[in-house]
């Protein structure tokens, strides 16, 4: 079955600080992984997408990994601002045909002063 | 483009009643999807239509729930009756075109709040 596990549920970091979020997938076979930014009461907007040769992306302070070999991907905030708070989801596409996305249940970012 | 429309924002309705939600997609996209997302269970992909035809409707929970498009430029998700488990938001999202290895970016509304009382 299709899974995709992120970690931590939750997170709180001081403004100026980085911060890495996890994404660990079960999907196979495997299209790409995209990470999305959800603000409260809003839509998730897409930051990076990443395919089987890409290793890192980055968008601004928004740097994305993908270890295509042990299914895992990172993103990694750096110097945070209180803006980023919101919550990351990450979304692994399979090949297959049809629109096969698997989404992560999130990690809840807050950036405190 | 203004982007996915959603209308409402906010629902709020008492068990039983019937319950319409309305979504516009970006023109141009040929796309469209609807989610619901909760605390639990996250984002869920309830049903996709491509060129307003009904693709995949393996994501809608059971009978009480349908969706309709017909024309590019909206789409409905209807629950009757609805119940308090229903409650959670539910998004639109619409792109264009897919594939198997598809960089397609799927733009999302603001969603609908529907609280089920």
């Known amino acids: 079955k299709n899974q995709v596990e992120q970690s931590p549920q939750s997170l709180i970091i001081l403004e100026g600080k980085n911060c890495t979020l996890q994404c660990n997938y079960t999907v196979s076979p495997f299209s790409n992984l995209r990470w999305y930014k959800q603000d409260t009461g809003r839509g998730p907007v897409s930051l990076t997408i990443m395919t089987f040769s890409e290793n890192t992306k980055s968008n601004g302070r928004y740097t994305a990994t993908l270890d295509a070999d042990t299914k895992q991907s990172s993103l990694h905030i750096t110097a945070s601002q209180l803006s980023d708070s919101a919550s990351y989801i990450c979304v692994v596409r399979s090949m297959g045909g049809g629109n096969k996305l698997t989404f992560g249940t999130g990690t809840q970012l807050k950036v405190e002063l | 483009d203004a982007g996915v429309i959603q209308s409402p924002r906010h629902e709020v309705t008492e068990m039983g009643q019937e319950v319409t939600l309305r979504c516009k997609p970006i023109s141009g996209h040929d796309y469209l999807f609807w989610y619901r997302q909760t605390m639990m269970r996250g984002l869920e992909l309830l049903i996709y239509f491509n060129n307003n035809v009904p693709i995949d409707d393996s994501g809608m929970p059971e009978d009480r729930f349908s969706a309709k498009m017909p024309n590019a430029s909206f789409s409905t998700l209807k629950i009757q009756p609805s119940e308090p488990r229903d409650s959670a938001v539910y998004f639109c999202?619409?792109?264009?075109?897919?594939?198997?290895?598809?960089?397609?970016?799927?733009?999302f509304g603001p969603g609908t709040r529907l609280t089920v009382l």
């Open positions: 999202a619409s792109s264009s075109g897919t594939s198997e290895t598809s960089y397609n970016e799927q733009f």
